[in-house]
């Protein structure tokens, strides 16, 4: 199975929604998309980073990626800020404002509060954020007519690679762990533990997956997306305790990971946003440990949304992925894909239309409104 992501796409007829019944931008024959292509020159996009930076291999980099695709393909002019730590957020976006932007992407969850601010400040202004509503102060979900929420329901495709992961191991443990305790990583270890649980329960094994207990809401944290060195260590202690499989949800923290699976044998990786195989294109060692991926497609979501709006056809309608409409998935099994059983990947296959069709449910209380 050459991409499970292109079954996925296909299975939602490659749709990624403005709203619940909104369609995708179509792809070119070269992958890039048309989100209408006759985007006035002088439309500026703005985008602002989490503290992870541009280059995270992960949903900051991904979501940058749209702004250029905008760019390359709409003609829209573009201007970006980088956020170092959580106290450049508000500064960044303000000074955005000041640029004369007229849409605004800020990029995670952790800058909803300075988003909402800002946009209550600035109603003139269009903002969209990745990941997130508009929060107040209190981080209380605000509706602003100005802010457009882009989320994804990664628990989806988060609970197939829990059931590919409870297909492959060897040791019967594999694990997963993230950055910080927020709804949008926990979003990944909910629907990755209940896809093990559902291999189990669908074959009779018992497969134990280490780093997140669902019904707590507890598990197994670094404390932020910064720091490599907490991820490898987590990792270390979840290979040593004899998982051969980590999950990390934790932007550039999850390079730690693919430190560590490097160090032992037969300890593999399954990357989260992006595709972490194409990301880690500069490691061919790193590469041969991933799996996979739990995918959103936040690159295409930014342009499309970008597009929309230099067209005069912004709203505040929530962007929501899911597998039905190909906004969530998993990437291909790159090196493994000769090591994946072809029944299981026919499981896989099953499976997903089985969540696109209602008959396997998977639940998150993270999961986005309308997902």
């Known amino acids: 199975m050459k991409s499970i992501t292109r079954a996925l796409a296909l299975a939602g007829a490659g749709a990624l929604t403005l709203a619940a019944c909104g369609s995708a931008p179509e792809e070119t024959a070269g992958g890039d998309s048309d989100a209408g292509g006759g985007a006035a ?3 500026k996009a703005c985008m602002v980073s989490d503290a992870g930076g541009w280059d995270d291999k992960s949903f900051n980099e991904s979501s940058y990626n749209g702004l250029l695709n905008a760019e390359k393909n709409l003609g829209v002019q573009k201007q970006t800020a980088e956020s170092t730590t959580v ?3 508000e500064p960044n976006i303000n000074n955005m404002v000041t640029e004369g932007c007229d849409l605004i992407i800020t990029v995670g969850y952790l800058l909803a509060p300075a988003t909402g601010k800002a946009a209550q400040a600035n109603p003139d202004t269009d903002f969209a954020i990745v990941d997130s509503t508009a929060q107040d102060a209190d981080g209380n979900p605000i509706e602003l007519e100005n802010v457009k929420p882009l989320e994804f329901d990664t628990a989806q495709a988060a609970f197939l690679a829990g059931y590919l992961a409870a297909g492959t191991t060897e040791t019967g443990k594999v694990a997963t762990y993230g950055g910080v305790n927020i709804p949008t990583v926990t979003i990944f ?15 009779g094994t018992e497969v134990e997956a280490l780093g997140w207990n669902k019904e707590s809401q507890e598990g197994s944290f670094t404390g932020d997306f910064e720091d490599q060195t907490k991820g ?4 270390d202690e979840f290979y040593s305790a004899g998982a051969d499989i980590v999950m990390p949800v934790a932007g550039p923290v999850g390079a730690g990971t693919l430190a560590s699976a490097k160090e032992g044998e ?6 989260v946003d992006a595709d972490g195989y194409e990301t880690n294109a500069s490691d061919p060692e790193a590469q041969a440990t991933i799996l996979t991926s739990v995918m959103k497609e936040m690159t295409t979501g930014v342009e499309d949304v970008i597009g929309g709006a230099a067209e005069g056809e912004y709203d505040a309608t929530p962007y929501v992925g899911t597998l039905e409409n190909g906004g969530v998935g998993l990437a291909p099994f790159h090196d493994f894909e000769d090591e994946v059983p072809a029944e299981l990947s026919g499981e896989i296959e099953t499976l997903t239309q089985e969540i696109i069709d209602g008959t396997v449910v998977v639940e998150s209380e993270a999961s986005p409104a309308g997902a």
């Open 41 to 43: 020159s002088d439309y």
């Open 232 to 235: 490898k260590a987590v990792s």
């Open 87 to 89: 106290s450049d957020f």
């Open 266 to 271: 037969d300890r593999k990786v399954i990357w």
């Open 189 to 203: 270890m909910d629907g990755f533990v209940d896809g093990v649980a559902h291999y189990n329960e669908t074959h």
